[in-house]
Structures are given as structure tokens and as C-alpha cells.
């Protein structure tokens, strides 16, 4: 799975998104059953910065979260934008990470359009290949405005 993952992100073996897409389906039922999914919720995958995008050609949570999407019938919405370039997780101890994610993403949807969202497709699943501390994830939920009627998930490929 490593290097799987390693091969999407760094040497752009795009034809892996659908595989890892695979390993991750099995566990959407956690959040409720697909036939639901197909329904009422949304996968939202976790964008990159500009210039991490420009770099590295592709976006390998938006191919994850496509494959899935493609797989299981489940609308597929880039609704977040990266704020700032923050440095790479993966190069941080795990106590800086928290904070290197701090406000480093806002959604690009209006809040009215946020709320129509949430009353028709209340489960938004925020899409990762990988999360280690979770910092990322959290830091990605908690640009969505709260609502009570929203649930917000974050799923990941794999465990750094």
C-alpha cells in the first residue's frame, strides 16, 4: 500500500488512484450503508495548494475520491481550497502538525450554498491518502460552517 501510494503521489502512476480507491470502499459503510451514500452524501477530496498542484501536475485525493465516486455513484464536490502552502506534514514531528494546519483551508462555496448543500446531501466525506495524526483532516472539517445537520467525515487510503 506504501508504495502504491508513493507511486500516485511522487512518480504520477495515476492508473493506482482506482486500486487505492478499492481499499478504502469497504470501510465507507462505517458511515452508513453505500446505497445511502449514493444519496445523501458528497466526497470532498482534500485539495492541494496552487503551487503543490502546478508542481505536481494532479491532485491525488481528487483521483482517489473520482475513482470512488465513479465506483460507488457518489457526487464528487471540490468544495475546499487550500489557504496556504504549509510544509509537508510528513516532514514535521507529530506535535507541530496541529498547528502547521492551523486556518489552512476555507470552503469556496458560499455559506447559502453550504446550507442547500447539507439539505439535500447532509454527509460530507473529506478524502485523503494518507492520514497519520489526523491534523490535516480536522483542519479541512473545520473550515465547514457548523451545522447541525451536517456530518462531517474524513477518510483516508492508509495510516502513516
Keep these: 500500500m506504501q508504495r502504491g501510494i508513493e507511486w500516485l503521489k511522487f512518480k504520477g502512476v495515476r492508473p493506482?488512484?482506482?486500486?487505492?480507491?478499492?481499499?478504502?470502499?469497504?470501510?465507507?459503510?462505517?458511515?452508513a450503508p453505500i446505497e445511502y451514500l449514493n444519496t445523501h452524501a458528497v466526497l470532498v477530496p482534500l485539495p492541494l495548494h496552487a503551487g503543490?498542484?502546478?508542481q505536481r501536475g494532479f491532485n491525488q485525493s481528487e483521483d482517489i475520491a473520482r475513482a470512488i465516486g465513479t465506483l460507488c455513484d457518489i457526487e464528487v464536490l471540490q468544495i475546499l481550497s487550500r489557504t496556504s502552502a504549509t510544509t509537508s506534514q510528513a516532514h514535521l514531528p507529530h506535535e507541530f502538525r496541529t498547528l502547521n494546519m492551523q486556518e489552512a483551508f476555507e470552503l469556496n462555496i458560499s455559506k447559502q450554498e453550504y446550507e442547500e448543500l447539507v439539505a439535500t446531501k447532509p454527509i460530507i466525506i473529506i478524502i485523503d491518502d494518507v492520514?497519520?495524526?489526523g491534523a490535516t483532516l480536522l483542519s479541512a472539517a473545520n473550515a465547514f460552517p457548523k451545522n447541525p445537520d451536517a456530518q462531517i467525515w474524513g477518510a483516508a487510503v492508509a495510516r502513516g
Design 16 to 31: 493506482l488512484a482506482p486500486v487505492l480507491a478499492g481499499l478504502l470502499i469497504p470501510k465507507l459503510p462505517v458511515i
Design 52 to 54: 503543490k498542484l502546478r
Design 131 to 133: 492520514s497519520t495524526t
